[in-house]
Protein backbone atom coordinates (compact mmCIF):
# COMPACT_ATOMS: atom_id res chain seq x y z
CA UNK A 1 0.00 0.00 0.00
CA UNK A 2 1.06 3.25 -0.74
CA UNK A 3 1.82 5.99 1.39
CA UNK A 4 -1.33 8.21 -0.28
CA UNK A 5 -3.72 5.29 0.25
CA UNK A 6 -2.74 4.73 3.38
CA UNK A 7 -3.44 8.77 4.29
CA UNK A 8 -6.52 8.26 2.56
CA UNK A 9 -7.23 5.16 5.05
CA UNK A 10 -6.74 7.68 7.98
CA UNK A 11 -8.85 10.07 6.77
CA UNK A 12 -11.62 7.57 6.02
CA UNK A 13 -11.75 7.29 10.43
CA UNK A 14 -14.73 9.42 9.48
CA UNK A 15 -16.28 7.90 6.70
CA UNK A 16 -18.40 4.75 6.53
CA UNK A 17 -16.81 1.35 7.37
CA UNK A 18 -18.84 0.51 4.21
CA UNK A 19 -20.21 2.58 1.78
CA UNK A 20 -21.77 1.75 -1.67
CA UNK A 21 -23.02 4.36 -4.11
CA UNK A 22 -24.87 4.39 -7.36
CA UNK A 23 -24.46 0.90 -8.04
CA UNK A 24 -25.85 -1.24 -10.56
CA UNK A 25 -25.63 -4.79 -10.98
CA UNK A 26 -26.86 -6.98 -14.15
CA UNK A 27 -27.27 -10.12 -14.92
CA UNK A 28 -26.56 -10.92 -18.52
CA UNK A 29 -28.80 -7.95 -19.62
CA UNK A 30 -31.14 -7.89 -17.13
CA UNK A 31 -30.71 -5.07 -14.33
CA UNK A 32 -30.72 -6.24 -10.61
CA UNK A 33 -29.38 -3.42 -8.76
CA UNK A 34 -30.89 -0.31 -10.05
CA UNK A 35 -28.17 2.42 -8.59
CA UNK A 36 -28.28 1.74 -5.02
CA UNK A 37 -26.83 3.98 -2.37
CA UNK A 38 -25.97 2.12 1.46
CA UNK A 39 -23.75 3.36 4.45
CA UNK A 40 -22.74 1.35 7.24
CA UNK A 41 -20.68 2.79 9.81
CA UNK A 42 -18.26 1.63 12.33
CA UNK A 43 -20.36 -0.46 15.19
CA UNK A 44 -23.65 -0.22 13.41
CA UNK A 45 -26.43 -2.65 12.95
CA UNK A 46 -28.05 -1.90 9.45
CA UNK A 47 -30.97 -3.86 7.72
CA UNK A 48 -31.69 -4.15 4.59
CA UNK A 49 -35.42 -5.79 4.33
CA UNK A 50 -37.88 -6.60 0.92
CA UNK A 51 -39.43 -8.84 -0.91
CA UNK A 52 -38.39 -11.89 -2.47
CA UNK A 53 -36.38 -11.03 -5.39
CA UNK A 54 -35.72 -7.61 -4.49
CA UNK A 55 -31.65 -7.90 -5.35
CA UNK A 56 -31.05 -8.33 -1.31
CA UNK A 57 -28.73 -10.93 -1.94
CA UNK A 58 -27.46 -9.76 -5.25
CA UNK A 59 -26.17 -6.49 -3.09
CA UNK A 60 -24.81 -9.11 -0.94
CA UNK A 61 -22.49 -10.33 -3.07
CA UNK A 62 -21.95 -7.52 -5.17
CA UNK A 63 -19.95 -6.37 -2.17
CA UNK A 64 -17.70 -9.18 -2.55
CA UNK A 65 -17.67 -8.35 -6.53
CA UNK A 66 -19.52 -11.50 -7.12
CA UNK A 67 -21.31 -10.51 -9.37
CA UNK A 68 -19.14 -7.49 -10.04
CA UNK A 69 -21.12 -3.69 -10.42
CA UNK A 70 -21.18 -2.65 -13.53
CA UNK A 71 -21.48 1.03 -12.59
CA UNK A 72 -20.61 2.80 -9.24
CA UNK A 73 -18.08 2.10 -6.47
CA UNK A 74 -18.04 0.33 -3.34
CA UNK A 75 -15.60 1.02 -0.49
CA UNK A 76 -14.65 -0.49 2.78
CA UNK A 77 -12.57 0.73 5.09
CA UNK A 78 -11.32 3.55 3.12
CA UNK A 79 -10.38 1.29 0.22
CA UNK A 80 -11.97 1.28 -3.22
CA UNK A 81 -12.67 -2.35 -3.33
CA UNK A 82 -14.90 -2.12 -6.61
CA UNK A 83 -12.65 -4.25 -8.69
CA UNK A 84 -10.92 -6.16 -6.51
CA UNK A 85 -11.06 -9.87 -6.38
CA UNK A 86 -13.33 -11.78 -4.31
CA UNK A 87 -10.62 -13.33 -1.97
CA UNK A 88 -8.77 -10.53 -1.78
CA UNK A 89 -12.09 -8.08 -0.29
CA UNK A 90 -12.71 -11.25 2.42
CA UNK A 91 -8.97 -10.80 3.52
CA UNK A 92 -9.91 -7.39 3.96
CA UNK A 93 -12.13 -8.62 6.74
CA UNK A 94 -15.05 -9.06 5.64
CA UNK A 95 -16.92 -12.04 6.27
CA UNK A 96 -20.57 -13.37 4.92
CA UNK A 97 -22.91 -15.57 5.66
CA UNK A 98 -24.68 -16.51 2.49
CA UNK A 99 -28.03 -17.32 1.33
CA UNK A 100 -28.02 -21.01 1.84
CA UNK A 101 -25.67 -21.04 4.31
CA UNK A 102 -23.14 -22.80 1.32
CA UNK A 103 -21.78 -25.20 4.05
CA UNK A 104 -18.97 -27.42 3.03
CA UNK A 105 -21.38 -30.69 3.39
CA UNK A 106 -18.76 -33.27 3.02
CA UNK A 107 -16.16 -31.45 5.60
CA UNK A 108 -16.73 -31.55 9.32
CA UNK A 109 -17.89 -28.51 11.25
CA UNK A 110 -14.66 -28.37 12.76
CA UNK A 111 -12.80 -28.12 9.13
CA UNK A 112 -15.71 -25.90 8.29
CA UNK A 113 -14.15 -23.84 11.34
CA UNK A 114 -10.70 -23.92 10.01
CA UNK A 115 -12.07 -22.39 6.52
CA UNK A 116 -13.29 -19.58 8.56
CA UNK A 117 -10.62 -19.00 9.90
CA UNK A 118 -7.86 -19.52 7.02
CA UNK A 119 -7.77 -15.60 5.85
CA UNK A 120 -5.24 -14.90 9.14
CA UNK A 121 -3.58 -18.23 9.08
CA UNK A 122 -5.48 -20.07 12.20
CA UNK A 123 -3.62 -17.15 14.25
CA UNK A 124 -6.40 -17.46 17.17
CA UNK A 125 -7.98 -20.84 16.06
CA UNK A 126 -8.13 -22.37 19.48
CA UNK A 127 -9.26 -18.96 21.44
CA UNK A 128 -11.73 -18.18 18.72
CA UNK A 129 -12.88 -22.00 18.77
CA UNK A 130 -13.83 -21.85 22.02
CA UNK A 131 -15.84 -18.53 21.49
CA UNK A 132 -17.90 -19.81 18.90
CA UNK A 133 -18.76 -22.95 20.87
CA UNK A 134 -19.71 -20.79 23.75
CA UNK A 135 -21.71 -18.83 21.64
CA UNK A 136 -23.53 -22.06 19.92
CA UNK A 137 -23.53 -24.57 22.04
CA UNK A 138 -24.64 -27.66 19.39
CA UNK A 139 -21.94 -26.88 17.33
CA UNK A 140 -19.71 -28.34 19.59
CA UNK A 141 -20.96 -31.13 20.40
CA UNK A 142 -20.84 -32.10 16.75
CA UNK A 143 -17.34 -30.83 15.60
CA UNK A 144 -16.71 -34.11 14.10
CA UNK A 145 -20.03 -33.95 11.76
CA UNK A 146 -20.35 -33.67 8.70
CA UNK A 147 -21.94 -30.12 7.52
CA UNK A 148 -23.99 -31.78 5.31
CA UNK A 149 -25.47 -34.23 7.69
CA UNK A 150 -26.62 -31.20 10.02
CA UNK A 151 -30.07 -29.64 10.46
CA UNK A 152 -30.76 -26.32 8.89
CA UNK A 153 -30.54 -24.50 12.22
CA UNK A 154 -27.20 -26.08 12.86
CA UNK A 155 -26.22 -25.25 9.43
CA UNK A 156 -27.28 -21.72 9.90
CA UNK A 157 -25.56 -21.56 13.08
CA UNK A 158 -22.23 -23.11 11.45
CA UNK A 159 -22.63 -20.42 8.53
CA UNK A 160 -22.32 -17.62 11.29
CA UNK A 161 -19.50 -19.30 13.45
CA UNK A 162 -17.34 -19.74 10.14
CA UNK A 163 -17.98 -16.19 9.52
CA UNK A 164 -17.36 -15.06 12.38
CA UNK A 165 -13.68 -17.11 12.48
CA UNK A 166 -12.05 -14.50 10.76
CA UNK A 167 -12.69 -11.72 13.26
CA UNK A 168 -14.31 -10.23 10.47
CA UNK A 169 -14.28 -6.13 10.81
CA UNK A 170 -17.86 -6.44 9.06
CA UNK A 171 -20.32 -9.46 9.23
CA UNK A 172 -22.82 -9.96 6.69
CA UNK A 173 -25.57 -11.97 6.96
CA UNK A 174 -27.98 -13.16 4.91
CA UNK A 175 -31.70 -13.68 5.63
CA UNK A 176 -30.14 -15.77 9.08
CA UNK A 177 -33.42 -16.32 10.18
CA UNK A 178 -34.69 -18.39 7.01
CA UNK A 179 -36.85 -22.02 7.48
CA UNK A 180 -35.82 -21.70 10.96
CA UNK A 181 -38.16 -22.01 13.85
CA UNK A 182 -38.79 -18.88 16.08
CA UNK A 183 -37.03 -20.09 19.06
CA UNK A 184 -33.94 -20.43 17.26
CA UNK A 185 -34.41 -17.44 15.08
CA UNK A 186 -34.58 -15.37 18.78
CA UNK A 187 -30.93 -17.31 19.67
CA UNK A 188 -29.59 -16.05 16.73
CA UNK A 189 -30.68 -12.41 16.66
CA UNK A 190 -29.43 -12.21 20.71
CA UNK A 191 -26.28 -13.55 19.60
CA UNK A 192 -26.15 -11.04 16.82
CA UNK A 193 -26.96 -8.09 19.20
CA UNK A 194 -24.39 -9.42 21.80
CA UNK A 195 -21.10 -9.65 19.10
CA UNK A 196 -22.84 -6.23 18.39
CA UNK A 197 -22.65 -4.79 22.09
CA UNK A 198 -19.86 -6.59 23.61
CA UNK A 199 -17.45 -6.78 20.36
CA UNK A 200 -18.64 -4.02 18.52
CA UNK A 201 -18.79 -5.73 15.76
CA UNK A 202 -20.39 -4.02 12.44
CA UNK A 203 -23.41 -5.90 11.38
CA UNK A 204 -25.40 -6.06 7.94
CA UNK A 205 -28.43 -7.72 8.19
CA UNK A 206 -30.45 -8.84 5.18
CA UNK A 207 -33.24 -9.89 6.79
CA UNK A 208 -37.44 -10.47 4.76
CA UNK A 209 -38.32 -11.19 8.86
CA UNK A 210 -38.85 -7.39 8.80
CA UNK A 211 -39.96 -7.00 12.35
CA UNK A 212 -37.21 -8.78 14.44
CA UNK A 213 -34.60 -7.23 12.26
CA UNK A 214 -35.39 -3.61 12.86
CA UNK A 215 -36.21 -4.01 16.15
CA UNK A 216 -32.69 -5.28 16.59
CA UNK A 217 -31.06 -2.96 14.06
CA UNK A 218 -29.78 1.14 14.56
CA UNK A 219 -30.69 1.28 11.17
CA UNK A 220 -32.30 -0.42 8.01
CA UNK A 221 -33.01 0.45 4.91
CA UNK A 222 -35.96 -1.15 2.44
CA UNK A 223 -35.63 -2.23 -1.06
CA UNK A 224 -37.80 -2.93 -3.69
CA UNK A 225 -36.87 -4.49 -7.17
CA UNK A 226 -32.94 -3.01 -7.05
CA UNK A 227 -33.69 0.47 -5.52
CA UNK A 228 -33.62 1.81 -2.63
CA UNK A 229 -37.11 3.27 -1.65
CA UNK A 230 -36.83 4.02 2.41
CA UNK A 231 -33.71 4.00 4.95
CA UNK A 232 -34.50 5.35 8.96
CA UNK A 233 -33.63 4.26 12.09
CA UNK A 234 -34.81 1.01 13.00
CA UNK A 235 -37.78 2.43 15.27
CA UNK A 236 -39.06 5.20 12.60
CA UNK A 237 -39.08 1.93 9.62
CA UNK A 238 -41.10 0.04 12.30
CA UNK A 239 -43.52 2.68 12.39
CA UNK A 240 -44.00 3.64 8.87
CA UNK A 241 -47.04 2.81 7.71
CA UNK A 242 -45.78 1.69 4.37
CA UNK A 243 -43.76 -0.57 5.98
CA UNK A 244 -45.98 -2.06 8.36
CA UNK A 245 -48.14 -2.72 5.30
CA UNK A 246 -45.64 -4.10 3.33
CA UNK A 247 -43.52 -6.05 5.75
CA UNK A 248 -45.23 -6.38 8.63
CA UNK A 249 -48.66 -7.89 8.02
CA UNK A 250 -49.92 -10.87 9.66
CA UNK A 251 -48.30 -9.63 12.88
CA UNK A 252 -44.94 -10.47 14.90
CA UNK A 253 -44.03 -13.73 14.11
CA UNK B 1 -3.07 -70.95 -7.40
CA UNK B 2 1.04 -70.19 -8.67
CA UNK B 3 0.12 -68.34 -11.75
CA UNK B 4 -2.78 -66.94 -10.01
CA UNK B 5 -0.48 -65.56 -7.12
CA UNK B 6 1.97 -64.12 -9.62
CA UNK B 7 -0.79 -62.57 -11.54
CA UNK B 8 -1.79 -60.69 -8.53
CA UNK B 9 1.66 -59.47 -7.78
CA UNK B 10 1.73 -57.93 -11.65
CA UNK B 11 -1.42 -56.71 -11.71
CA UNK B 12 -1.11 -54.88 -9.06
CA UNK B 13 2.21 -53.27 -10.18
CA UNK B 14 0.38 -51.93 -13.00
CA UNK B 15 -2.75 -50.86 -10.76
CA UNK B 16 -0.36 -48.72 -9.06
CA UNK B 17 0.86 -47.22 -12.28
CA UNK B 18 -2.94 -46.60 -13.02
CA UNK B 19 -3.91 -45.25 -10.12
CA UNK B 20 -1.47 -42.92 -9.93
CA UNK B 21 -2.05 -41.62 -13.61
CA UNK B 22 -5.95 -41.74 -12.37
CA UNK B 23 -5.82 -39.07 -9.28
CA UNK B 24 -4.91 -36.78 -11.64
CA UNK B 25 -8.27 -36.81 -13.79
CA UNK B 26 -10.38 -36.77 -10.76
CA UNK B 27 -9.10 -34.29 -8.65
CA UNK B 28 -9.09 -31.95 -11.86
CA UNK B 29 -12.92 -33.26 -12.25
CA UNK B 30 -13.51 -32.90 -8.62
CA UNK B 31 -13.14 -29.66 -9.29
CA UNK B 32 -13.48 -27.88 -12.21
CA UNK B 33 -15.83 -30.31 -13.92
CA UNK B 34 -13.64 -31.26 -16.95
CA UNK B 35 -12.31 -34.31 -18.22
CA UNK B 36 -8.60 -33.46 -18.86
CA UNK B 37 -7.76 -35.19 -22.17
CA UNK B 38 -4.33 -34.25 -21.72
CA UNK B 39 -3.14 -35.93 -19.03
CA UNK B 40 -2.13 -39.03 -20.22
CA UNK B 41 0.19 -37.04 -22.75
CA UNK B 42 1.50 -35.56 -19.58
CA UNK B 43 2.30 -38.85 -18.26
CA UNK B 44 4.56 -39.93 -21.59
CA UNK B 45 6.01 -36.55 -21.40
CA UNK B 46 7.38 -37.44 -17.85
CA UNK B 47 8.38 -40.39 -18.57
CA UNK B 48 10.32 -39.26 -21.51
CA UNK B 49 11.37 -36.46 -19.00
CA UNK B 50 12.75 -39.83 -16.41
CA UNK B 51 14.66 -41.38 -19.43
CA UNK B 52 16.70 -38.46 -20.42
CA UNK B 53 17.24 -37.53 -16.54
CA UNK B 54 18.19 -40.97 -16.28
CA UNK B 55 20.58 -41.19 -19.20
CA UNK B 56 22.64 -37.97 -18.38
CA UNK B 57 22.56 -39.60 -14.52
CA UNK B 58 24.21 -42.77 -15.57
CA UNK B 59 25.95 -42.25 -18.37
CA UNK B 60 27.17 -38.80 -18.35
CA UNK B 61 27.96 -38.16 -14.52
CA UNK B 62 28.75 -41.92 -14.00
CA UNK B 63 26.38 -42.61 -10.61
CA UNK B 64 26.20 -46.28 -10.44
CA UNK B 65 23.80 -46.58 -7.58
CA UNK B 66 20.37 -47.37 -9.36
CA UNK B 67 18.63 -46.31 -5.98
CA UNK B 68 19.97 -43.10 -5.59
CA UNK B 69 19.57 -42.55 -9.60
CA UNK B 70 16.19 -43.14 -9.23
CA UNK B 71 15.37 -41.01 -6.47
CA UNK B 72 16.86 -38.05 -8.26
CA UNK B 73 15.12 -39.04 -11.45
CA UNK B 74 11.90 -39.29 -9.17
CA UNK B 75 12.20 -35.46 -7.77
CA UNK B 76 13.53 -34.00 -10.81
CA UNK B 77 10.84 -35.15 -12.77
CA UNK B 78 7.83 -34.77 -10.73
CA UNK B 79 9.41 -30.96 -10.37
CA UNK B 80 9.74 -30.65 -13.90
CA UNK B 81 6.53 -32.35 -15.17
CA UNK B 82 4.27 -30.04 -12.27
CA UNK B 83 5.58 -27.21 -14.37
CA UNK B 84 4.35 -28.39 -17.27
CA UNK B 85 0.92 -28.73 -15.61
CA UNK B 86 1.07 -25.70 -14.60
CA UNK B 87 1.55 -24.24 -17.65
CA UNK B 88 -1.51 -26.29 -19.12
CA UNK B 89 -3.71 -25.27 -16.91
CA UNK B 90 -3.20 -21.20 -17.53
CA UNK B 91 -2.27 -21.27 -21.26
CA UNK B 92 -4.92 -23.53 -22.49
CA UNK B 93 -7.71 -24.13 -19.81
CA UNK B 94 -7.93 -21.20 -17.67
CA UNK B 95 -9.13 -18.44 -20.69
CA UNK B 96 -11.64 -20.96 -21.47
CA UNK B 97 -12.98 -20.70 -17.67
CA UNK B 98 -16.75 -19.47 -17.97
CA UNK B 99 -16.90 -20.45 -21.75
CA UNK B 100 -19.40 -22.91 -23.25
CA UNK B 101 -18.48 -26.27 -21.38
CA UNK B 102 -16.98 -27.40 -24.47
CA UNK B 103 -14.56 -25.20 -24.38
CA UNK B 104 -11.81 -26.51 -21.94
CA UNK B 105 -12.87 -30.23 -23.35
CA UNK B 106 -11.77 -29.75 -26.61
CA UNK B 107 -8.53 -27.39 -25.60
CA UNK B 108 -7.98 -30.37 -23.60
CA UNK B 109 -7.73 -32.86 -26.79
CA UNK B 110 -5.35 -29.91 -28.57
CA UNK B 111 -3.34 -30.03 -25.72
CA UNK B 112 -2.89 -33.89 -25.54
CA UNK B 113 -2.10 -33.72 -29.52
CA UNK B 114 0.09 -31.20 -29.04
CA UNK B 115 1.86 -33.15 -26.71
CA UNK B 116 2.54 -36.12 -28.17
CA UNK B 117 3.39 -34.73 -31.31
CA UNK B 118 5.86 -32.45 -29.95
CA UNK B 119 7.62 -35.20 -28.26
CA UNK B 120 7.59 -37.34 -31.52
CA UNK B 121 8.82 -34.56 -33.47
CA UNK B 122 11.57 -34.15 -29.97
CA UNK B 123 12.55 -37.67 -29.22
CA UNK B 124 11.45 -39.35 -32.64
CA UNK B 125 8.79 -41.55 -33.21
CA UNK B 126 10.46 -45.22 -32.05
CA UNK B 127 10.58 -46.48 -29.02
CA UNK B 128 13.15 -45.38 -26.50
CA UNK B 129 14.25 -47.90 -24.56
CA UNK B 130 16.71 -47.62 -21.34
CA UNK B 131 19.12 -50.28 -20.05
CA UNK B 132 18.13 -52.48 -18.04
CA UNK B 133 17.42 -51.25 -14.25
CA UNK B 134 16.92 -53.35 -11.37
CA UNK B 135 17.64 -56.96 -12.68
CA UNK B 136 17.32 -59.30 -9.09
CA UNK B 137 14.23 -60.90 -8.37
CA UNK B 138 12.92 -62.80 -5.04
CA UNK B 139 11.49 -66.06 -5.82
CA UNK B 140 8.82 -66.65 -3.93
CA UNK B 141 7.66 -70.27 -4.25
CA UNK B 142 8.44 -73.02 -7.03
CA UNK B 143 6.24 -75.45 -7.52
CA UNK B 144 6.92 -78.94 -9.01
CA UNK B 145 5.64 -78.42 -12.69
CA UNK B 146 8.41 -75.80 -12.59
CA UNK B 147 6.37 -72.95 -12.52
CA UNK B 148 7.40 -69.79 -10.03
CA UNK B 149 6.49 -67.34 -8.46
CA UNK B 150 8.45 -64.16 -8.65
CA UNK B 151 8.14 -60.67 -6.86
CA UNK B 152 11.19 -58.70 -8.99
CA UNK B 153 12.37 -55.76 -7.23
CA UNK B 154 11.05 -53.15 -9.60
CA UNK B 155 7.87 -54.32 -8.78
CA UNK B 156 8.79 -53.77 -4.91
CA UNK B 157 10.22 -50.61 -6.01
CA UNK B 158 6.96 -49.77 -7.58
CA UNK B 159 4.09 -50.57 -5.25
CA UNK B 160 6.46 -48.84 -2.01
CA UNK B 161 6.65 -45.93 -4.10
CA UNK B 162 3.60 -46.13 -5.02
CA UNK B 163 2.19 -46.23 -1.50
CA UNK B 164 4.66 -43.62 -0.03
CA UNK B 165 3.48 -41.40 -2.16
CA UNK B 166 -0.19 -41.84 -1.98
CA UNK B 167 0.26 -41.80 1.74
CA UNK B 168 2.06 -38.01 1.70
CA UNK B 169 -0.57 -37.31 -0.91
CA UNK B 170 -2.99 -37.79 1.67
CA UNK B 171 -2.02 -36.60 4.24
CA UNK B 172 -1.19 -33.22 2.68
CA UNK B 173 -4.94 -33.45 0.69
CA UNK B 174 -6.94 -34.31 4.32
CA UNK B 175 -4.79 -32.75 6.93
CA UNK B 176 -2.68 -29.47 5.75
CA UNK B 177 -4.51 -25.88 4.52
CA UNK B 178 -3.48 -25.86 0.91
CA UNK B 179 -5.60 -29.51 0.70
CA UNK B 180 -8.37 -28.03 2.98
CA UNK B 181 -8.81 -25.17 0.51
CA UNK B 182 -8.61 -27.89 -2.23
CA UNK B 183 -11.24 -29.91 -1.19
CA UNK B 184 -12.90 -26.20 -0.02
CA UNK B 185 -13.07 -25.33 -3.45
CA UNK B 186 -13.93 -28.61 -5.20
CA UNK B 187 -16.93 -28.30 -2.94
CA UNK B 188 -17.95 -24.98 -3.68
CA UNK B 189 -15.95 -22.81 -5.29
CA UNK B 190 -17.93 -19.25 -4.35
CA UNK B 191 -17.98 -20.10 -1.19
CA UNK B 192 -14.12 -20.59 -0.97
CA UNK B 193 -14.18 -17.06 -2.11
CA UNK B 194 -15.69 -15.74 0.16
CA UNK B 195 -13.85 -16.96 2.99
CA UNK B 196 -10.98 -15.42 1.12
CA UNK B 197 -9.34 -18.30 -0.70
CA UNK B 198 -7.69 -17.95 -4.03
CA UNK B 199 -9.60 -20.07 -5.71
CA UNK B 200 -7.48 -19.65 -9.53
CA UNK B 201 -4.39 -20.94 -7.67
CA UNK B 202 -6.11 -23.83 -5.93
CA UNK B 203 -6.86 -24.56 -9.30
CA UNK B 204 -3.63 -24.11 -10.44
CA UNK B 205 -2.41 -26.15 -7.47
CA UNK B 206 -4.36 -29.20 -8.50
CA UNK B 207 -3.16 -29.39 -11.88
CA UNK B 208 0.68 -29.46 -10.09
CA UNK B 209 -0.46 -32.42 -7.69
CA UNK B 210 -1.97 -34.30 -10.81
CA UNK B 211 1.16 -34.09 -12.75
CA UNK B 212 3.58 -34.58 -9.88
CA UNK B 213 1.54 -37.94 -9.32
CA UNK B 214 1.60 -38.89 -13.55
CA UNK B 215 5.31 -38.44 -13.16
CA UNK B 216 5.67 -40.52 -10.19
CA UNK B 217 3.41 -43.08 -12.45
CA UNK B 218 5.60 -41.87 -15.73
CA UNK B 219 8.93 -43.16 -14.16
CA UNK B 220 7.68 -46.18 -12.50
CA UNK B 221 6.50 -47.14 -15.87
CA UNK B 222 9.81 -46.52 -17.25
CA UNK B 223 11.50 -48.77 -14.84
CA UNK B 224 9.32 -51.29 -15.21
CA UNK B 225 9.13 -51.76 -19.41
CA UNK B 226 12.27 -50.06 -20.17
CA UNK B 227 10.88 -48.22 -22.89
CA UNK B 228 8.63 -45.72 -23.84
CA UNK B 229 7.39 -44.19 -27.15
CA UNK B 230 5.77 -40.98 -27.97
CA UNK B 231 2.30 -42.88 -28.07
CA UNK B 232 2.42 -44.36 -24.92
CA UNK B 233 0.42 -41.25 -23.57
CA UNK B 234 -2.93 -42.84 -25.03
CA UNK B 235 -3.98 -46.02 -23.99
CA UNK B 236 -2.30 -45.87 -20.03
CA UNK B 237 -4.67 -42.39 -20.19
CA UNK B 238 -7.89 -44.08 -21.10
CA UNK B 239 -7.46 -46.78 -18.52
CA UNK B 240 -6.45 -44.49 -15.73
CA UNK B 241 -9.32 -42.69 -17.28
CA UNK B 242 -11.33 -45.97 -17.19
CA UNK B 243 -10.00 -46.08 -13.72
CA UNK B 244 -11.21 -42.72 -12.72
CA UNK B 245 -14.64 -43.88 -13.29
CA UNK B 246 -14.72 -47.37 -12.21
CA UNK B 247 -14.06 -45.56 -8.82
CA UNK B 248 -16.41 -42.78 -8.61
CA UNK B 249 -15.16 -39.69 -10.74
CA UNK B 250 -14.05 -37.47 -7.88
CA UNK B 251 -13.32 -39.85 -5.04
CA UNK B 252 -9.45 -39.99 -4.59
CA UNK B 253 -9.78 -43.52 -2.52
CA UNK B 254 -11.79 -44.38 -5.62
CA UNK B 255 -9.37 -43.70 -8.58
CA UNK B 256 -6.50 -45.53 -6.46
CA UNK B 257 -9.23 -48.82 -6.08
CA UNK B 258 -10.38 -48.45 -9.90
CA UNK B 259 -6.42 -48.20 -10.66
CA UNK B 260 -5.87 -51.47 -8.88
CA UNK B 261 -9.05 -53.30 -10.74
CA UNK B 262 -8.25 -52.62 -14.17
CA UNK B 263 -4.18 -53.33 -13.82
CA UNK B 264 -5.72 -56.41 -11.56
CA UNK B 265 -8.73 -57.03 -14.87
CA UNK B 266 -5.86 -56.39 -17.17
CA UNK B 267 -3.07 -59.27 -15.99
CA UNK B 268 -5.73 -62.01 -15.37
CA UNK B 269 -7.67 -61.64 -18.27
CA UNK B 270 -4.03 -61.78 -19.76
CA UNK B 271 -3.05 -64.98 -17.93
CA UNK B 272 -6.40 -67.18 -18.07
CA UNK B 273 -7.79 -66.07 -21.67
CA UNK B 274 -6.51 -63.95 -24.47
CA UNK B 275 -3.82 -61.12 -24.39
CA UNK B 276 -5.11 -59.55 -27.53
CA UNK B 277 -8.86 -59.11 -25.64
CA UNK B 278 -7.20 -57.26 -22.31
CA UNK B 279 -8.51 -53.91 -22.99
CA UNK B 280 -11.93 -54.90 -24.28
CA UNK B 281 -12.08 -56.65 -20.91
CA UNK B 282 -11.09 -53.76 -18.61
CA UNK B 283 -13.43 -51.50 -21.02
CA UNK B 284 -16.14 -54.03 -20.72
CA UNK B 285 -15.93 -54.31 -16.88
CA UNK B 286 -16.57 -50.82 -16.95
CA UNK B 287 -19.64 -50.71 -18.66
CA UNK B 288 -21.43 -53.33 -16.69
CA UNK B 289 -20.24 -51.72 -13.35
CA UNK B 290 -21.49 -48.40 -14.87
CA UNK B 291 -24.84 -50.02 -15.09
CA UNK B 292 -25.61 -51.10 -11.95
CA UNK B 293 -23.23 -48.41 -10.27
CA UNK B 294 -23.78 -44.86 -12.38
CA UNK B 295 -21.75 -43.20 -10.54
CA UNK B 296 -19.05 -45.66 -10.00
CA UNK B 297 -17.92 -47.97 -6.56
CA UNK B 298 -16.86 -45.35 -4.36
CA UNK B 299 -18.41 -42.23 -5.87
CA UNK B 300 -21.39 -40.26 -4.92
CA UNK B 301 -24.77 -40.07 -6.78
CA UNK B 302 -23.97 -36.49 -7.69
CA UNK B 303 -25.97 -33.43 -9.59
CA UNK B 304 -24.50 -31.56 -12.18
CA UNK B 305 -21.52 -29.21 -11.89
CA UNK B 306 -22.21 -25.68 -13.10
N1 LIG C 1 -27.62 -16.03 -10.74
C1 LIG C 1 -28.62 -15.31 -11.23
N2 LIG C 1 -28.83 -15.24 -12.57
C2 LIG C 1 -29.84 -14.50 -13.07
N3 LIG C 1 -30.69 -13.81 -12.34
C3 LIG C 1 -30.55 -13.82 -11.01
C4 LIG C 1 -29.52 -14.58 -10.38
N4 LIG C 1 -29.60 -14.42 -9.04
C5 LIG C 1 -30.66 -13.61 -8.85
N5 LIG C 1 -31.23 -13.26 -10.01
C6 LIG C 1 -32.37 -12.35 -10.18
O1 LIG C 1 -32.05 -11.11 -9.61
C7 LIG C 1 -33.14 -10.58 -8.88
C8 LIG C 1 -32.71 -10.34 -7.44
O2 LIG C 1 -32.50 -11.58 -6.80
P1 LIG C 1 -31.93 -11.70 -5.33
O3 LIG C 1 -30.78 -10.79 -5.18
O4 LIG C 1 -31.67 -13.13 -5.06
O5 LIG C 1 -33.14 -11.18 -4.45
P2 LIG C 1 -33.42 -11.34 -2.89
O6 LIG C 1 -32.20 -11.81 -2.22
O7 LIG C 1 -33.85 -9.97 -2.46
O8 LIG C 1 -34.54 -12.31 -2.75
C9 LIG C 1 -34.26 -11.59 -9.04
O9 LIG C 1 -35.09 -11.14 -10.06
C10 LIG C 1 -33.57 -12.85 -9.42
O10 LIG C 1 -34.40 -13.65 -10.23
MG1 LIG D 1 -31.94 -13.50 -1.10
Redo the contacts between chains.
Keep these: MSMAEQNIGVKAAREPLLSVRGVKTYYGNIIALKGVDIDVNEGEIVTLIGANGAGKSTLMMTI?G?PRAREGTIRFAGQDITKM????I??LSI??S?EGR?I????TVF?NL???A??N??AHFNEDLERVCTLFPRLKERLQQRGGTLSGGEQQMLAIA?ALM?RPKLLLLDEPSLGLAPLIVKQIFDIIKELNKKDGMTVFLVEQNAYHALRLAHRGYVMVTGNITMSGTGKELLENPQVRAAYLEGGHH | MDIFLQQLINGLTLGSIYGLIAIGYTMVFGIIGMVNFAHGDVFMLSAFIALIFFLILTTWLGISSIVLALLIVLVLSMILTSLWGWAIERIAYRPLRGSFRLAPLISAIGVSIFLSNFVQVAQGARNKPTAPMVRDVIVLYQSEAGYTVALSYKQIIIMLTTAVLLTIFWYLVQKTSLGRAQRACEQDRKMASLLGIDVDKTISLTFVIGAALASVAGTMYLLYYGVVSFADGFVPGVKAFTAAVLGGIGSLPGAVLGGLIIGLIETFWSAYFSIEYKDVAAFSILAIVLIFMPSGILGRPEVEKV
Design positions: FNPTHEARAQPRFARMEQMGSIGMRS
